[in-house]
């Protein structure tokens, strides 16, 4: 009789240990979630501002940051942060570190946010429009609501900075 009850103890146990193994599975964030909760702490993070553009892909747990950066240690800081995020599995950072003059930078922050047209952004956490500045040349990456905003983005750079060249990479908002 004794063996009857082991057994039915190792079988609870195996039964239990499946359940458990099951369950884990289901619990399992999905990428989209990893993703999403990757940004959020990114972009929400005191050190991501304006000048900064980090983008996350994540495939089965393993996350890839894109982008660039202003500070060199950001780099390595943000790869840190999106480590720390239940579910990821690892972390790829191909995040750019960029140079260019300060001078570059800041005056085209204020052409931009300093225009009447993008003042409703200027005063967000994190501004749509963001300015990397490589060299002297200007990418713009983010969002505006039209492609006025777009343009007109691209045409203070231009006219109110020594860049070299601009690239814009604003995408307008359908909605």
């Known amino acids: 009789m004794k063996w009857i009850k082991y057994i039915e103890a190792a079988a609870f146990s195996l039964f239990i240990f499946a359940f458990s193994a099951n369950a884990k599975d289901l619990l399992q964030r999905t990428d989209e979630e990893i993703t999403k909760e990757v940004e959020q702490k990114i972009k929400g993070n005191l050190y991501y501002d304006v000048f900064d553009w980090i983008t996350v892909e994540t495939n089965n747990g393993a996350v890839t940051l894109k982008g660039y950066v202003n500070d060199p240690w950001d780099k390595g ?73 777009k343009g007109w983005a691209s045409m203070l750079i231009e006219r109110d900075t020594n860049a070299f060249k601009v690239q814009n990479s604003l995408t307008v908002n359908k909605s």
Not at 120 to 132: A, Q, S, V
């Open 77 to 149: 800081f943000f790869e840190k942060i999106a480590g720390k995020v239940e579910g990821v599995k690892s972390v790829t950072d191909e995040i750019e570190k960029v140079n260019g003059p300060d001078e570059l930078r800041y005056n085209a922050a204020r052409a931009i946010y300093g225009n009447s047209l993008f003042w409703k952004y200027g005063f967000m956490k994190d501004p749509p429009i963001h300015i990397i500045v490589n060299n002297n040349n200007v990418i713009l990456k983010g969002e505006v609501s039209s492609q006025v905003e």
